[in-house]
């Protein structure tokens, strides 16, 4: 049986984001003598073929790589907590690994902008949102992946199609009505267009309510030269290193009860494999 010691870290970026991006977050975990590494999204680093009509993948193929990185320290570490520190899509891959397997599930999930983005639960955003979604299905049919000048390019037709999904439908790849007994640091960053509270809280209700922890990361809690943007808060990752250190000593001292917070709703649906040529 695993102890509540200090885990072993695992990064997992935004869509379309690069593992480099993640470099100073990784800095900050190991100030804290925590060991960090980032599970890179496929296709996006400088030695990595792209997303082609030849080369595709969805979210059940990322998800599994998340699975195997967490495996390969089980194996090596089997005393060793592990903690996914996902960003955006890293978070919903994180959310889905949460009912898997004892050898690829995670002691604890950090989600940093996570959400399920059904375009009902946003307001001003609700049409641009949508109107990317809605250009998904033909886009990739004509070209055969999402290209790079598109929001999340360049990207693998099936994780795409998932996506524009999740957006119509608010379907996640996770059931968001099942709660994960597994420990939750819900980071929210003020003023993300792209994530509202609703949509945050419909990510959220994946896990038991007696296993999350909101933290609002505002204005007055970014360090000097800051930012509280959907992807550039990681430029500046110390204030939420700290929070995830403190969190987690929190989860020691409680024996891993975290404190309830309100629920929310909805229900999900697990995706489907891609047809990967990988």
């Not at 598109?150 to 379907?171: C, S």
């Not at 420990?183 to 999350?212: C, I, K, N, Q, W």
Request: charged share 20%; hydrophobic share 45%.
């Amino acid at each position: 049986m695993r102890t509540m010691e200090s885990p072993s870290v695992i990064v997992s970026p935004a869509m379309a984001v690069p593992g480099r991006h993640y470099r100073r977050l990784v800095e900050e975990f190991a100030r804290h003598g925590w060991r960090a590494d980032v599970v890179p999204r496929r296709g996006m680093e400088p030695d990595a073929s792209p997303a082609s009509r030849a080369l595709d993948w969805g979210y059940t193929d990322e998800a599994g790589d998340l699975a195997a990185a967490i495996a390969e320290i089980r194996l090596v570490e089997p005393s060793t907590p592990v903690l996914v520190v996902g960003h955006s899509l890293g978070a919903q891959l994180a959310a889905m690994l949460t009912d898997g397997p004892a050898e690829s599930r995670p002691d604890g999930v950090v989600s940093v902008a996570g959400s399920v983005p059904w375009f009902r639960l946003y307001s001003r955003d609700a049409l641009p949102v949508l109107a990317v979604a809605l250009l998904v299905g033909p886009v990739t049919a004509v070209v055969g992946h999402w290209p790079a000048a598109g929001f999340g390019g360049p990207g693998p037709r099936t994780l795409m199609r998932e996506w524009a999904r999740m957006v119509r439908r608010g379907r996640a790849p996770f059931a968001t009505h099942a709660g994960a007994d597994v420990p939750l640091l819900a980071v929210r960053l003020a003023g993300d267009r792209l994530v509202t509270a609703p949509a945050a809280e419909l990510y959220e209700s994946r896990f038991l309510p007696r296993r999350r922890t909101i933290w609002n990361y505002t204005a007055d809690d970014v360090p000097e030269g800051g930012s509280l943007d959907h992807v550039r808060w990681v430029k500046t990752p110390a204030a939420v290193a700290d929070r995830v250190v403190q969190w987690w000593a929190g989860q020691c001292a409680e024996s891993g009860s975290g404190p309830a917070v309100a629920s929310g709703s909805g229900s999900g649906e697990e995706f489907g494999t891609a047809a990967s040529s990988m």
